[in-house]
Structures are given as C-alpha cells and as structure tokens.
C-alpha cells in the first residue's frame, strides 16, 4: 500500500470518529451500518499502519463514548483482544494512547 492510500484511510477513518463525537445519532447510524467490524479490522491487521490503527480505536473510542449500545456491540465485535494485542505489541505512542482512550470509553457508564 502507498503512502497516498495509507494517508487516504487515516483521513476517512478520522472523518468518521469526528461525526461520531457528542452526537449519539450519528453513533447510531454508523453502527447501524456496519461501521464496526471494519474499524474492527483494521485494528487486527499487523499490515495496517500505526496511523491507520491509531485513527481507528479513536474512531472506536468516538463510536462508545456515552453510549452503551455501541459499547455493547463493540465488545461484541470481538474488539476486546485485538485491542489488548495493539497495546501489547504497538511501539506507537499514538496507537497507546487512543488504545487507553478505547479502553476507558467501552468501560464508562458500566459498574
């Protein structure tokens, strides 16, 4: 994959978690969609690049914030492992960070 494609994927995903963030519609309708196992995905595969995994837990991060129902199907989703293996295995600090951020959104609100 070229830098162009690389830079093409971290800017849509981004995209995506800005019009996820504080609007509990759009949260909705790209779950609804499928926008989950995608950001899933990308998360999983050790050819994706740090920048593009990065913007993809902070699209996840985004997608669960405030909201228990995309939380919900975020775990369900199989998200869980492959974000402890992105922590365990990143030498990214922006993959850490958003990858910390993921795990403090998908547990809020939950007791």
């Known amino acids: 994959m070229d830098s162009r494609n690389v830079h093409t994927q971290q800017s849509s995903i981004h995209a995506l978690a800005m019009l996820a963030t504080n609007c509990e519609q759009n949260q909705e309708t790209i779950a609804s969609m499928g926008g989950i196992a995608p950001l899933v995905a990308f998360c ?26 995309n939380q919900t199907a975020i775990a369900d989703a199989n998200a869980i492992m492959p974000l402890v293996a992105l922590m365990r295995n990143t030498t990214s600090p922006d993959v850490e960070r958003e990858v910390a951020g993921a795990f403090w959104t998908l547990s809020e609100d939950h007791s």
Do not use: F, M, T, W
């Open 44 to 69: 999983s595969d050790l050819l994706v690049s740090p920048g593009v995994q990065a913007q993809a837990v902070l699209a996840l991060s985004e997608l669960s914030r405030h909201n228990r129902a």
